[in-house]
T-cell receptor, first 109, second 114 residues
């Protein structure tokens, strides 16, 4: 079956760095996506990886290892506004997104 | 207006009611989607429309009936729902069905079935 695993909740301190892990098992692979969803708001696209390695976008970076079925989202210089849920999704061979349940990130001052 | 707009934002209905959710996108996209989001569960894809044609129906019960009159508008008609259907219903759009990874979501319609 197809499955995405990510931690349910994480806590970090303002100004610090946090890494949110995601492992995936999908029928085929056409990319790994990360979305951010603030409470009561729409999910918004953060990043896309299809090749192995690190993609950096400002304070956020996303890493992919296809051989390990593993990705992480790295958030640096954490700000209070980064408190949100982070959704990992893998695109399968039918170009359908398979979603994780999301990681709720709590930032403390 | 820009982006993806959903109405109503909140809806409470009885099991015998009939109601509809509306979604409108102002992005010029050709694909639109309905997702169901329940607490602590992964997003569930319900329906996909590409150029107004339904291309996916992920075994959704017939009490949910989608309608896509044009590429900018999407409806979800609801009738004889069950309490377990209470959830956040998200509409999304993408450039085309082939760009289904980069989705633009609306803020959702929070549905409560009594």
């Amino acid at each position: 079956g197809q499955n995405i695993d990510q931690p349910t909740e994480m806590t970090a301190t303002e100004g610090a760095i946090v890494q949110i892990n995601c492992t995936y098992q999908t029928s085929g692979f056409n990319g790994l996506f990360w979305y951010q969803q603030h409470a009561g708001e729409a999910p918004t696209f953060l990043s896309y990886n299809v090749l192995d390695g690190l993609e950096e976008k400002g304070r956020f970076s996303s890493f992919l290892s296809r051989s390990k079925g593993y990705s992480y989202l790295l958030l640096k210089e954490l700000q209070m506004k980064d408190s949100a849920s982070y959704l990992c999704a893998s695109m399968d061979s039918n170009y359908q997104l398979i979603w994780g349940a999301g990681t709720k990130l709590i930032i403390k001052p | 207006e820009t982006g993806v707009t959903q109405t109503p934002r909140h809806l409470v209905m009885g099991m015998t009611n009939k109601k509809s959710l509306k979604c409108e996108q102002h992005l010029g996209h050709n694909a639109m989607y309905w997702y169901k989001q329940s607490a602590k569960k992964p997003l569930e894809l319900m329906f996909v429309y590409n150029f107004k044609e339904q291309t996916e129906n992920n075994s959704v019960p017939s009490r949910f009936s989608p309608e896509c009159p044009n590429s900018s508008h999407l409806f979800l008609h609801l009738h004889t729902l069950q309490p377990e259907d209470s959830a956040l219903y998200l509409c999304a759009s993408s450039q085309g069905a082939g760009d289904a990874g980069e989705l633009f979501f609306g803020e959702g319609s929070r549905l409560t079935v009594l």
